[in-house]
Each structure stands twice: as structure tokens, then as C-alpha cells.
């Protein structure tokens, strides 16, 4: 009897042992789960944050490429409507965004601003202290021009005649550049004068185009009026941009007068049109670095300028004021909203 009561105690205890070791069993295979999830959704959390990362990152990249090509479009300057222009726009170059805008795509008569792009041009392709042999290419040279003084029979080098075609606007010094430098980079020396000019068109819409320059178009090397002849105000900017890279062009622009001595030895002396740069003129403003001025009757009176103060350089271009006055107004006001 007492072997039978002890029998079934053991079988009791074995049934509570099983029992409870069936259930702590099942509690730690739940507590495993729960913990083994959370290691899952880490794991799965990680990678999501990684490949969103990365699609940041590539984004990140992209937009910066765009900004170097195309900058990024911010107006913070309220319209101006106390001066009439065709259009206008004030660029920051360290933010490299637009601080303001007016009508920037659409194309107008570039006048003078066009030989911004023939020093360009011509720096690119010919040795800055090349000699240009001024010659029969003066005859294309319209009745009425700006010009810088050369007369037929003047050896000058091509960093003279830049200075001559920003600072005094000379036509004639857009021409003598333009046909000298396609018959270099042709290597055609028998090219006709006329001939030399269209090929040097062509190497200006070739370089337009390479600067992204995508709006503009070119038939002559001095501006003068032409109805294939058109540029627009965003275009400008970036072959401002570029020209202020070329030592030869950057260090001219700026300067209000320059006297050089020609092989001849005949003293040719010029005075910047830019009123900016003229400390007798009303408009003179400290920091200007240049660029260019730009007249004709289709054009009106356009302006392009560089612009330093506290170490930050802007561009401002300025197409189609009806008066030569109205033009550096219209600068100076938007001068004045920069920091």
C-alpha cells in the first residue's frame, strides 16, 4: 500500500516536473521570438536607411552637377518698374543662384556686349602676344562706329587689340581680330576678309554653345545690328563668367583709361565707355570690375557688370534701356541689393 502511494507521488511529480518544464519551455521559445524580431526589423531598418542614404546622396550629386551648369533660380528683388529695360538680371557667383530676373531667356540685339565673346574667341585659339597685321578688313567696318584709333598698316598684338575693342568698343579692332585669328586657326591665309568673317562667326556660335550658351546666336565680331544676331540676358552671365577666367580680358575691363605704344611707335590712348569706371562720372561706383557696354538703334542701351563688395562677386546685365542714363540707373539700383 505505502509502495503504491509512493508510486503515484512519483508519477504526480513527473507529471508537475513535465508540465512545468513544458512550460518554461514555451516561454523561453517566445521570449527567442521577441527578441529575434526586433534583430529582423534592425536589420531590415539598416538597409532601408542605407539605400535611402545612398538615393540622397546620388540626389545630392545630381543637383550640384545642375547647379554648376544651370544655377539654381531664386528671385528675392521685387520687380523694378521705375525704369524700363527689355530685360535684366542680377547673378550671384559664390551662391551661384539669381538674385534677380526679367525676362532673362528671351533674345535681344546684343550690340557692343557681342565683342565680350570675339576677345573670348580669339584669346582661346591665338597666343595673346600674337601680331595682327591691321589690313583691308577695315573697309567692312560700318560708316559711324565706336573705333579705337588703328589705321591700315599697324602691326598690333592681340592683347592690345582686346584692350582697344572692350575699353574704347572699336569695331575696327573687332574686325582686324576676327579675320587675323580665322586665318590662323583655318590655316588659310588666302581666306577673303569676308570670307575670314563668316568663319570667325562660326567659331563664335561653336564656343557660345560650348559655354551653354544655348539662346544666343552671332553674325558679326562688333555687334552691329543683325536680324540673325540675338542673345539673351542668361547667356550673358555665362559668358561673363567665362570671361572674367581670362587674365587677359579680366584685367582690361576694369581699367577707365590705357595708353599702349604700337610697333609703329604711334601712342594709342583709350578711355572705357563704362561711365561705372569714370571717377568725374555721377555714376561711378566703387567696386565695379568692369564689363562692357553695348549700343544700337534695335539693341537700345545694354550693360553688363561685375560687381565685389565683402568678398562676393555678382554679375548684373541690363538689355534695352531706352537712354544711355537709364542703363547704369537701372544697374546701380540693382547693385544696391547686393550684400
Request: with cysteine; proline share 2%; glycine share 6%.
Amino acid at each position: 500500500m505505502a509502495y503504491k502511494i509512493k508510486k503515484g507521488r512519483l508519477i504526480i511529480a513527473i507529471g508537475i516536473f513535465t508540465a512545468v518544464f513544458t512550460l518554461m519551455l514555451i516561454v523561453f521559445i517566445a521570449i527567442a521570438l521577441r527578441i529575434k524580431k526586433p534583430d529582423q526589423s534592425s536589420k531590415s531598418s539598416e538597409i532601408v536607411t542605407t539605400e535611402a542614404e545612398t538615393a540622397e546622396a546620388a540626389t545630392t550629386s545630381v543637383t550640384t552637377t545642375e547647379a554648376v551648369t544651370t544655377t539654381e533660380t531664386v528671385t528675392t528683388i521685387a520687380h523694378i518698374d521705375d525704369i524700363y529695360c527689355n530685360s535684366a538680371v542680377l547673378y550671384s557667383m559664390g551662391g551661384k543662384k539669381f538674385l534677380y530676373e526679367d525676362k532673362i531667356n528671351e533674345k535681344y540685339a546684343p550690340a557692343s556686349l557681342t565683342k565680350l565673346l570675339t576677345a573670348a574667341v580669339a584669346l582661346k585659339y591665338v597666343n595673346a602676344e600674337a601680331v595682327f597685321p591691321v589690313g583691308s578688313e577695315q573697309a567692312l567696318v560700318h560708316g559711324g562706329s565706336s573705333l579705337c584709333g588703328l589705321v591700315v598698316g599697324d602691326e598690333v598684338t592681340l592683347k592690345d587689340l582686346v584692350a582697344g575693342l572692350l575699353m574704347s568698343s572699336g569695331n575696327d579692332a573687332a574686325y582686324t581680330i576676327a579675320v587675323s585669328t580665322a586665318r590662323a586657326h583655318s590655316l588659310n591665309p588666302d581666306m577673303t576678309d569676308s570670307e575670314a568673317v563668316e568663319y570667325f562667326c562660326g567659331m563664335m556660335n561653336n564656343f557660345a554653345e560650348f559655354l551653354g550658351m544655348k539662346n544666343s546666336h552671332f553674325t558679326t565680331p562688333d555687334g552691329w545690328d543683325d536680324a540673325d544676331q540675338y542673345v539673351t540676358a542668361a547667356d550673358l552671365m555665362l559668358l561673363t563668367e567665362y570671361a572674367l577666367s581670362v587674365p587677359e580680358i579680366s584685367e582690361v575691363v576694369g581699367v577707365h583709361s590705357k595708353e599702349v605704344e604700337i610697333s609703329s611707335g604711334r601712342i594709342l590712348s583709350w578711355e572705357n565707355s563704362n561711365a561705372l569706371l569714370d571717377p568725374m562720372s555721377p555714376y561711378y561706383t566703387e567696386g565695379v570690375l568692369g564689363v562692357k557696354t553695348g549700343t544700337t538703334d534695335l539693341a537700345g542701351n545694354n550693360l553688363i557688370t561685375v560687381y565685389k563688395k565683402n568678398r562676393r562677386t555678382y554679375i548684373a546685365v541690363v538689355l534695352g534701356c531706352d537712354t544711355d542714363d537709364e542703363r547704369y540707373m537701372l544697374t546701380k539700383e540693382l547693385l544696391s541689393y547686393c550684400e
